[in-house]
């Protein structure tokens, strides 16, 4: 039984670990988001979940590999600073984050 199917609301560990990328224009763009948790996970797989109203809420997300290090420096100075964000990401079923950007003005 997969996490999923247990009703929990983070990945599959096994998608995490296979990146395929994602054309730009295919990226789903949302622009008020809070980090409700992150941190570094096996085989240097960096995990963030994240909130956004009328959207999803709690959903884990993993960053792609090459942007693993900056997305988890940024999600950690979102969270101690309580800021808000602006997130592109794969898909809302566990999908990855490309982009990341604070929101500083909330």
């Given at each position: 039984m997969?996490?999923?199917?247990?009703?929990?609301r983070?990945?599959?560990?096994?998608?995490?670990?296979?990146?395929?990328?994602?054309?730009f224009?295919?990226?789903?763009?949302?622009?008020?988001c809070?980090?409700d948790?992150?941190g570094p996970?096996?085989?240097?797989?960096v995990w963030?979940?994240l909130s956004?109203?009328?959207?999803?809420?709690?959903l884990w997300f993993?960053?792609?590999p090459e942007?693993g290090?900056?997305?988890l420096?940024?999600?950690l100075?979102?969270?101690?600073?309580r800021?808000?964000c602006?997130?592109?990401?794969s898909?809302t079923?566990g999908?990855?984050?490309?982009?990341?950007?604070?929101r500083?003005d909330?």
């Amino acid at each position: 039984m997969t996490v999923r199917e247990q009703g929990q609301r983070y990945p599959d560990r096994k998608k995490a670990s296979i990146s395929e990328k994602v054309p730009f224009e295919e990226l789903q763009w949302f622009f008020d988001c809070t980090v409700d948790s992150a941190g570094p996970g096996e085989e240097n797989v960096v995990w963030v979940q994240l909130s956004c109203p009328d959207n999803f809420e709690g959903l884990w997300f993993t960053a792609i590999p090459e942007n693993g290090d900056r997305v988890l420096i940024t999600v950690l100075s979102v969270m101690q600073n309580r800021w808000r964000c602006e997130v592109a990401v794969s898909s809302t079923d566990g999908g990855e984050i490309y982009r990341i950007h604070p929101r500083v003005d909330t």
